[in-house]
């Protein structure tokens, strides 16, 4: 990857879909990540080994897995809470997955059933039995600026659980703003204390925009170092254990804002958009990407969106 290329990690199919009212058939998820796929994205999550009553959207992850199969230079991935997510994926032959926790002990209890101390313990045998298994584990940090239950989150103990996946072996920490009320300061001031405990290559910001800020904070990400973003096609998203929350930053306003500051981001702008507008119309909402539309009505690329 050459020092003005970004990657990005398309969380969709998983942070997009698992907060949606309307569950997807697995060939309607299949034929979703096949098409971010086709647009150049080559990290995506494509679901999560959690419980179905926690999750419902996510069942079925093991079938979505399968029909993917592997595909030479594309990772797909999916979210394990503990051992019986891990092997539930490595039965499907997942070459990726990621564990989550977070920086606050509210959201922990309400995401996961158990403090971030437990979390940890939890995923420790999870990293050790996907190392032995070759398997790759990225490492989530939730509420990093703020928390849904408990409000202000301080940048040391989200600094302190990144750490803590870091050293455990995950090759990368991705720093959750899930309730999208980080600013570009706060932002910059996260990174500058990850930075004391984690490489900056190893950090990834993943910013939901619930109060219009994701693009500022991605931006004032960049700017502190960090590379590595993850994003919804259309701006799907949110999480089920934070009420409130809506989607991640669009993939299409990453895609613009890094390739208009000359950055290479491997995606085409025009099939991306044209998989937003059939993963909304499959879901009956309106598209959540302000470049999606301002280019849909400036090209009249495809047919107009749905109302
Ligand atoms: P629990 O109830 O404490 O688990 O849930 P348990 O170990 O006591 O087991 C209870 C039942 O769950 C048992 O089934 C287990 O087999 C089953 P029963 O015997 O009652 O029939 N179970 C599982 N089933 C499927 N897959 C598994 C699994 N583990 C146990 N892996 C648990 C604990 C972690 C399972 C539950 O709390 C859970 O599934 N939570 C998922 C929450 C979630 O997916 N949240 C959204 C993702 S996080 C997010 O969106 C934030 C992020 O985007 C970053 C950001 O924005 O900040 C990543
Ligand atoms: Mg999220």
């Not at 969709?12 to 997807?24: H, K, M, T, V, Y």
């Not at 647009?39 to 009553?53: N, Q």
């Not at 959201?107 to 032995?132: G, T, Y």
Request: glycine residues 10%.
């Amino acid at each position: 990857m050459s020092v003005d290329a970004v990657r990005l990690v398309e969380v969709g199919p998983r942070d997009g879909l698992q907060n949606e009212a309307r569950n997807l058939s697995v060939d309607t998820r299949v034929a979703l990540v096949e098409g971010l796929v086709a647009a150049g994205l080559r990290t995506i999550e494509a679901g999560a080994f959690v419980s179905s009553r926690w999750v419902p959207q996510m069942a079925g992850t093991d079938q979505v897995l399968r029909r993917l199969g592997q595909r030479p230079g594309v990772a797909y991935t999916a979210l394990v809470p503990n051992l019986q997510g891990l092997e539930a994926a490595l039965a499907v032959g997942c070459r990726e997955v990621a564990v989550f926790a977070a920086a606050s002990e509210a959201f922990s209890h309400k995401n996961i059933n158990c403090s971030i101390d437990e979390s940890l313990e939890r995923f420790r045998p999870v990293l050790v039995k996907a190392r032995e298994a070759g398997v790759a584990v990225r490492g989530y940090v939730s509420c990093v600026l703020g928390c849904p239950f408990s409000g202000d989150v301080s940048v040391s103990q989200a600094a302190r659980v990144a750490s803590a996946l870091y050293e455990m072996g995950c090759y990368e920490i991705s720093l959750g703003d899930t309730i999208g009320v980080g600013t570009p300061r706060a932002t910059a001031r996260l990174i500058a204390a990850c930075v004391k405990e984690v490489p900056i290559g190893a950090l990834a910001g993943h910013f939901h925009d619930t109060y219009g800020m994701a693009v500022a904070n991605v931006q004032a990400a960049l700017e502190a170092g960090v590379r590595v973003f993850d994003s919804s096609v259309s701006g799907l998203g949110g999480c089920p254990y934070s009420p409130g929350a809506t989607g991640n930053v669009a993939t299409e306003e990453l895609v613009y804002l890094l390739e208009r500051q000359g950055m290479d981001t491997g995606v085409d702008l025009e099939q991306l958009i044209e998989v937003g507008v059939f993963i909304d119309s499959q879901l009956q909402r309106t598209g959540g990407s302000r470049v999606a539309k301002a280019m849909l009505a400036r090209h009249a690329l495809i047919r107009p969106r749905m109302a």
